[in-house]
């Protein structure tokens, strides 16, 4: 309850001119994350430089307020000379693509393992379960590990292997939703009417539990990207020179003893801006679908 | 139409031990455009009858005997992918809680369209011009905004003939009603009753009614079957059966309705519980309560006696009396 707190506090005093804007609505969760779409869009239009060429010359330049900076590079340059505001803009469209597909790939399987589960119960559910109760007994990042090392680093491979490390989640949470609609009138209509298993769990089940899904999904997007990050910061994620904030993370990290703080701060704020702003909706979305939280 | 013969449903528990008799030796018969009732207290089995001329029963629960014949063919015996165009097409249903029987995702004409997509592969547009004249028939003002809602929208007098308008979709033989007005206010259930009689008389429409009401009954049906405890104790005229009920069991259900201007005659309930359908008495199962036993009730289940055309009776005492003196003598 108390993110549910924080996201009244953090809501804009506006006017409410469009439907939209209703009072409860994230506007601040919402302004960054469609900023931070935005900048993955348009990132070769907004940077300034070209993120993966630097030059040797201007290596480790601060940010243009502290000495030594220069408007030149605006959040100053890494340890190659590449410039730093240049990679956070390509590096949002790394962590967006794979944030949101992976989100989209393990919610695809988790969903439709789940009402499979749920709908067909019998010996069907008992292996789909087994192997979602086998399957989360692994940790999550060790298991990623352990299948970048094997697959070896891209990012359509860090998305397959992000979305077979957290399907579990949308698998349990849809099968019990699944379990209470199956028993519900309008499905035994369903039945009555002559419809197919098929057809009564893809019309009928799915839009019945895609609510919760896309709830679940906007509080893993969070759980993603971090996980992301990490193997990025591993280094077996995104490989370089691709900007992704986890790999420029992890390439900083020396640099911040010695003083070259933006290397490392920079990211990590960008990527701690993301996965607050997707809580913060996806706290919203829950209260919002769920009818018992829902003030009229 | 549709015959059923020696009928039974039983639910077996997992260990295989624990045998529920649900539906136990249940012939009916019934004919286009008629319609039955059947009546019983709850457990009796009337649900599980339903769901078990659907073939759309709960995975414990089996036929183990008996044939339902429907225009020529044997429903039991029918595979399942054949059961399927016999659902909603042919047989339709509607359900207890006719409330909760619309998918709030989806519009009213989505649903009403469904079982004619579904049945008679039209596409979308087709099927939807048949949901709109459907929804005009079940007395729907407007349909063709109606069809465009949600069944938020509606009052539950509304989503009820919607639920009737599914049913009738396909144009099925045989409608089976599982107590659809049980949810609803007395005056909108007469308006219900009405427009379900005028539906199956347009379209000569069988109709098996489900309900405990017998005052439904005795204003809807043609012919009576009374339930208990898994058997069909008394099946025939519903005129015949109110006039001279031949089962203790009929007689009392019969005397437990409060009749009007009548103010000097308490009410009788009938005592004691029905029996537990898995461990049922080797004797008659209504034998504990019923009031007139005599000695071979408590030995031998009895079996169906027919005491005139086509009513039916399953009662040691009427067997015994049907020769003599009247239909049911003995109740105090």
């Known amino acids: 309850m108390s993110s549910t707190t924080t996201t009244r506090l953090l809501r804009a005093q506006l006017p409410s001119r469009f439907g939209l804007l209703r009072p409860d609505f994230p506007v601040i969760p919402v302004a960054i994350l469609a900023s931070i779409a935005i900048m993955a869009v348009f990132a070769d239009l907004l940077a300034p430089y070209n993120p993966e060429i630097g030059s040797l010359a201007a290596r480790f330049k601060p940010p243009f307020w502290q000495a030594g900076g220069s408007t030149a590079h605006l959040l100053g340059t890494d340890q190659l000379g590449r410039d730093v505001l240049s990679r956070l803009i390509f590096g949002a469209r790394v962590s967006m693509v794979v944030g949101f597909t992976a989100v989209i790939f393990a919610g695809v399987v988790g969903t439709t393992l789940g009402i499979i589960s749920g709908y067909l119960g019998g010996w069907v559910d008992q292996v789909i379960m087994r192997i979602t109760d086998a399957w989360l007994a692994l940790p999550a990042l060790t298991f990623a590990i352990f299948l970048a090392a094997i697959v070896g680093p891209s990012e359509m491979n860090i998305v397959i292997i992000l979305g077979l490390a957290y399907w579990t989640r949308y698998a349990r949470i849809v099968r019990a939703e699944v379990l209470s609609l199956k028993e519900r009138e309008f499905v035994r209509l369903a039945i009555v009417a002559g419809c197919s298993k098929r057809t009564i769990m893809w019309r009928h089940v799915l839009p019945n539990v895609v609510n919760s899904a896309i709830v679940l999904a906007s509080l893993m997007l969070g759980v993603v990207i971090v996980a992301e990050a990490s193997l990025s910061f591993l280094g077996v994620g995104v490989p370089p020179p691709k900007p992704a904030w986890g790999l420029m993370l992890s390439d900083g990290k020396q640099g911040l003893m010695v003083g070259y703080w933006w290397l490392t701060i920079l990211p990590g704020a960008c990527i701690m801006l993301m996965v607050l702003s997707a809580n913060l909706l996806g706290d919203w979305l829950r209260v919002k679908f769920d009818p018992q939280l829902r003030q009229l | ?332």
């Open chain 2, 1 to 332: 139409m549709l015959e059923l013969r020696n009928l039974s449903t039983h639910y077996v528990s997992a260990s295989g031990k624990r045998v529920i008799r649900a539906v136990d030796d249940v012939s009916l018969s019934i004919n286009a455009g008629e319609t039955v009732g059947i009546v019983g207290e709850s457990g009796s089995g009337k649900s599980t009858l339903a769901l078990t001329i659907l073939r759309v029963l709960p995975k414990a629960a089996r036929i183990v005997r008996g044939q339902m014949v429907f225009e020529g063919e044997d429903l039991v015996s029918k595979p399942e992918a054949a059961m399927r165009h016999v659902r909603g097409k042919r047989i339709a249903m509607i359900l207890q809680d006719p409330m909760a029987s619309l998918n709030p995702l989806f519009t009213i004409g989505d649903q009403v369209a469904e079982p004619i997509r579904v049945h008679d592969g039209v596409g979308r547009r087709t099927a939807w011009r048949k949901a709109t004249a459907l929804v005009r028939s079940v007395r729907i003002p407007s349909p063709e905004t109606r069809v465009t809602q949600y069944p938020h929208e509606m009052s539950g007098g509304m989503r009820q003939r919607i639920v009737g308008a599914i049913g009738v979709s396909c144009e099925p033989r045989v409608l089976i009603a599982d107590e659809p007005t049980t949810s609803l206010d007395l005056t909108i259930q007469a308006q219900y009753l009405a427009l379900l009689r005028d539906i199956q008389r347009q379209r000569s429409l069988s109709l098996i009614f489900i309900t405990h009401n017998l005052g439904i009954v005795a204003k809807m049906c043609d012919k009576l079957a009374v339930m208990y405890a898994g058997r069909v104790v008394e099946y025939g005229p519903v005129r015949a059966i109110f006039n001279s009920p031949a089962h203790p069991y009929t007689h009392a259900l019969l005397n437990a309705i409060p009749r009007m201007g009548d103010n000097r005659r308490r009410l009788t309930a009938i005592e004691g519980q029905p029996p537990d359908l898995a461990n049922l008495p080797r004797g008659c199962a209504f034998a504990a309560r019923c009031p007139s036993t005599i000695g071979r009730c408590r030995e031998e289940a009895p079996e169906e006696v027919s005491i005139d055309s086509g009513h039916a009776v399953r009662c040691w005492l009427s067997a015994k009396v049907a020769t003599a003196a009247g239909p049911f003598v003995g109740a105090a």
